[in-house]
């Protein structure tokens, strides 16, 4: 076959050597479907390796690597915001189309990195960076191009879901499981991103911008984590037909006749949802998404959302959409990114600048556990609170006394906007009959 496709690979750690696994295992397969030679050329990497075929340069000098005329598309797997950065932009200048894992650098920088792809006539591609080997990206920017999102809800971190579900069906502690998603090469570099929810975050930035055509805006994406969750609340949820998934939601708000709350909900949160749900049977590091569009309705996309072959599935996948841009060279358009589907799904110039909401104007259900002295009244008190909040009660849990003279009391509400959630819970922490300050976990139906 001639006109070999020239490949760069950025970073030789998981990822990267997961991406050359699956070219030299699958090789026959990406020629036939690409009609191309695809060739690694040169490997970007710090330390020399010597179980690297020896055909391949191996470069010190990244900036070098993603600048080189024997690269057409460099593949940057090397995590990081600073030199990942540097990389991307310097391969951009030199015209190489880009495939990246890199989500972190995306959801923070991906405003600036797609303009000066577009200004140079290149493209960036980063299935990779969202739900792993799930082909969400392509869906969402193309399968679903005729439907108006409405929201979707996604477990879009492996290493969180790993933990919640080793928790729940054994009972785990939560330090046990993360060591050993950390050795299994799920977690990130610094898991504090994983189980703060700081991953997620950046993912969902991606998805919302791609599902709502607007700009990035991961520093307005609401995060909790999931090290508060205890196993007591995971075993009232399961009690109540509920299980606890950290969960990222982008949803649409019309705001519903109200100007001020319409706008978008980015959040990332421990969430209950019902135990039938298809989104609470994706246990361990697998990952799904919820997309919820009209007029398709809903559709669900699940598989392995980390790990080696999951990553270098979706990287290569990417790699083979750019062969065949490249693959247009006898018609000189190869760089006329015209010809690409727009980096967020959305002609630059028609993204929207659709509020994203703040927390306390945000709508959800919610799990309330609440310590209170076993004392006549103390019932009717919080539910007179809730009810004077206009705060609708879906179910309630009153477990017998386990300390001295206390009992935990959990309470399901409907929807309610934050900030009503918050009066009401200062007003039941200030009632003399309770203990303890109340936990709070949020709760949807997906619907
Ligand atoms: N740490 C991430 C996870 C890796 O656990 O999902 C994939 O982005």
Redesign the pocket.
């Known amino acids: 076959m001639s006109n070999s496709i020239k490949l760069a690979i950025l970073g030789l750690g998981t990822v990267g050597t997961g991406v050359i696994n699956l070219i030299n295992d699958n090789l026959d397969e990406l020629k036939r479907r690409s009609g191309r030679d695809i060739i690694i050329t040169e490997v970007g990497t710090r330390r020399q390796r010597d179980d690297i075929d020896a055909t391949i340069i191996q470069n010190s000098d990244l900036m070098a690597t993603a600048a080189s005329d024997n690269v057409d598309i460099v593949i940057e797997v090397i995590g990081g915001t600073t030199l990942a950065k540097d990389v991307i932009m310097h391969a951009i200048k030199h015209g190489k189309h880009v495939v990246t894992a890199n989500?972190a650098l995306l959801a923070e920088h991906g405003n600036e990195i797609f303009a000066f792809a577009e200004a140079h006539n290149v493209h960036v591609a980063y299935e990779a960076a969202v739900a792993?080997g799930i082909p969400i990206i392509k869906v969402m920017r193309e399968a679903l191009a005729a439907n108006k999102i409405d929201w979707l809800a996604g477990i879009i971190?492996?290493?969180?879901n790993f933990i919640m579900t080793e928790m729940r069906d054994k009972g785990r502690p939560f330090a046990d499981v993360l060591s050993e998603a950390q050795e299994l090469g799920?977690?990130?570099a610094d898991p504090t991103f994983?189980v703060e929810g700081i991953?997620a975050a950046h993912k969902l930035a991606l998805l919302a911008s791609i599902a709502f055509g607007i700009p990035l805006q991961f520093d307005k994406v609401y995060c909790e984590g999931i090290t508060g969750i205890t196993l007591q609340d995971v075993d009232y949820a399961e009690e109540l037909g509920y299980r606890i998934k950290h969960l990222g939601f982008a949803v649409r708000r019309d705001g519903q006749g109200n100007a001020d709350a319409a706008g978008i909900e980015l959040r990332v949160h421990p969430t209950l949802i019902p135990q039938e749900a298809l989104l609470a049977n994706v246990n361990g590091?697998k990952?799904a998404v919820l997309v919820n569009s009209h007029p398709l309705g809903q559709t669900l996309y699940c598989g392995d959302?980390?790990g080696a072959g999951a990553t270098a599935s979706a990287v290569m996948a990417d790699v083979m959409d750019l062969v065949r841009v490249l693959g247009s060279k006898d018609r000189d358009d190869q760089h006329n990114t015209g010809h690409h589907v727009p980096h967020l799904a959305f002609i630059p110039e028609q993204l929207s600048d659709t509020p994203i909401l703040r927390a306390e104007q945000m709508t959800t259900g919610y799990y309330l556990r609440v310590h209170a002295y076993d004392s006549p009244g103390v019932l009717a008190d919080i539910t007179r609170i809730l009810s004077d909040a206009g705060i609708n009660i879906d179910a309630i849990l009153q477990k017998p006394a386990h300390k001295v003279g206390q009992v935990p009391v959990i309470i399901l509400t409907l929807p309610v906007v934050e900030s009503q959630m918050n009066l009401a819970i200062e007003k039941i922490e200030k009632l003399d009959t309770i203990t303890d300050k109340v936990v709070r976990i949020r709760l949807d139906e997906l619907a």
């Not at 971190?157 to 969180?160: A, P, V, Y």
């Open positions: 989500k792993g971190n492996g290493t969180g799920y977690a990130e994983d991953d590091v990952n959302g980390a």
